[in-house]
């Protein structure tokens, strides 16, 4: 579990925003939770290490977050894993925990959105329109396509129904290297470990080793969306500060720095 604390580079914080002050006000002095933890999908890293700094600096909270393949950390939470938070890059991973009664009622909503594209290591490599006609298996040649597991992780299981959609997939299944979470995938071509790989359109922006080949239509997969919410049972009032923050003009900046898509008001 990775906990950030940059309070001390930080001199001048701005004034709480309105949600903010708002959730703030929950927390009476006695049962003021001085830390929450966030469970969160491996693409968010980047964009919520600048949310965490923000946030403990305008709260005087701390975020303890953990990163990985959404798939891993409902599984977690479902064992009885400490989270506060949850963020998924699923709607499915979120749905289950709320079906077995692990999320809390009325504190679920939609975050951000995102794209899968196609990636390959080094910088300049041309541009192609991805389609049914795309010789992806092809442009392996003798190599691996990275993705992350595509029956569990949700950037795999986005890039397998995209794939399918397009008639691509069984040419080249067998040639899939399958990674624990997105970001393992975006590593393996970043190091030239794997000419290519499918991976979020916001992976691909925070690596300077790959360039993108081409997106994946948007109507060859469902819709990319990541749900929040607080998780049941913990009974910490900073998770509802913490989600109040996700909402505010801060975070959504943060996000959109980052190339996603924001969802929520």
Do not use: C
Not at 18 to 38: D, F, G, H, K, W
Not at 96 to 108: F, H, Q, V
Not at 212 to 232: E, K, L, Q, T
């Amino acid at each position: 579990m990775r906990h950030i604390d940059r309070r001390r580079d930080m001199k001048h914080p701005s004034l709480p925003g309105a949600a903010v002050v708002a959730a703030l006000t929950l927390l009476s002095a006695p049962a003021l939770a001085e830390r929450v933890t966030v469970f969160a999908a491996a693409s968010l890293a980047d964009a919520l290490a600048e949310i965490e700094a923000g946030f403990e600096v305008e709260t005087g909270l701390e975020v303890a977050a953990s990163l990985a393949g959404s798939s891993a950390l409902a599984r977690q939470i479902q064992q009885g894993a400490p989270a506060d938070v949850f963020i998924s890059a699923s709607t499915a991973w979120m749905d289950a925990l709320e079906k077995d009664g692990l999320i809390e009622p009325g504190s679920r909503f939609d975050l951000v959105g995102n794209a899968i594209v196609l990636i390959t290591h080094g910088r300049g490599a041309a541009p192609l329109e991805i389609g049914p006609d795309t010789d992806l298996a092809g442009l392996l040649g003798d190599g691996r396509l990275a993705m992350a597991l595509v029956d569990a992780v949700p950037a795999g299981i986005y890039g397998k129904a995209a794939l399918e959609s397009l008639g691509l997939w069984s040419a080249v299944e067998a040639r899939v290297a399958q990674t624990d979470n997105v970001r393992a995938a975006l590593a393996l071509v970043a190091a030239g470990e794997a000419p290519y790989g499918v991976v979020y359109a916001t992976d691909a922006a925070a690596e300077d080793a790959v360039s993108v080949v081409g997106a994946f239509p948007a109507d060859s997969h469902p819709p990319i969306v990541y749900p929040a919410a607080a998780v049941a049972g913990r009974a910490n009032p900073a998770a509802t500060v913490f989600l109040a923050y996700l909402r505010g003009p801060e975070a959504r900046a943060a996000f959109e720095r980052q190339g996603f898509a924001v969802i929520a008001d």
